[in-house]
């Protein structure tokens, strides 16, 4: 028995490395947006108040509907807003869509290996039922079933981001734009995203930084626009501006699913144990310190 848990951590280790050395954390997206076409005109975010209080205000109001859609609602409930018109409703049906059809590709192997984990570790076990009654929930023949296709998921994206949800827009611009994210560009987003108050705009701007062409021009902030620590750090604001970063969570669901961590209590306890050297941490809190303080205060 031994032997057969040395070979499953061996394989662990192996992945993980692998994976985080390809795309750092951005490992945790599941799949990409390449079948999404569609030009978005920007700006809504832009006409918001942008003091401390209405953003505070709009904050709170957007981890509620999150804790509402991603925790609460069940598969028709979230269909049901968003055939409704809700942008947010729209993007977690695109979510869901992405969630199924991530899982029908590359669950098998997966799977396998997390339940042959799980044979030595109860904890482990809770979690692996975990998804698989999150799958079954969302994705079996109660839930979307065949509706979660390429043409469904591009199509509920395109709406979210015409409907003005910041994430979706972000999105749908990279998707279709993939050259085009100047340091202009990547300034407005980041400014859009401070402006909305929504913690998940913040998590998305540290998926756009591979993507960002050309230098930034402010040698203070730069540091928090480029690499795999400040895709971390964008993440780790977001959590604390109150992402759902918690076990169960759809980000935490996606890195047991990547990287096969999966008994961490949330993404900051995932990250500074699982994927990256401890020795960065100081390093890491500064780039956190930077994104709050200095990139998302557009009242400043």
Known sequence: ?????????????FLVVVVVAAAGVYVLRISSSNDVAVPV??????????????????????????????????YATVRKKAQDGNPIAQRRLYEIYEQCMGMRAKASTTMSILGRMSSFNNKMAEVVQEIKDDYQRFCGPGGAGTEANGPARAFWLRQSAKGGDL???????????????????????IRSAAVSGDPAAIMEIGALLPSLNGPWPDQATLPATKGDLAGHAWILAACRAGMDCNRGSRLMIAACMRVLSCLNPNYESLMYSDLVNPGKRPEIETLVVVIQKILLRPYQ
């Not at 979706?168 to 050259?179: A, D, I, L, T």
């Open 167 to 189: 994430v979706s827009e972000m999105r749908v611009f990279v998707g279709e734009n993939p050259q085009a994210l100047s340091p202009i560009v990547l300034k407005d987003f």
């Open 1 to 13: 028995m031994k032997t057969v848990i040395k070979a499953i951590i061996v394989v662990v280790i």
């Open 41 to 74: 005109q920007r700006g809504p975010q832009l006409a918001l108040k942008s003091d401390p209080a209405s953003i505070e205000a709009r904050r709170l109001q957007y981890v509620a509907q999150y804790q509402q859609l991603w925790r609460v609602d069940d």
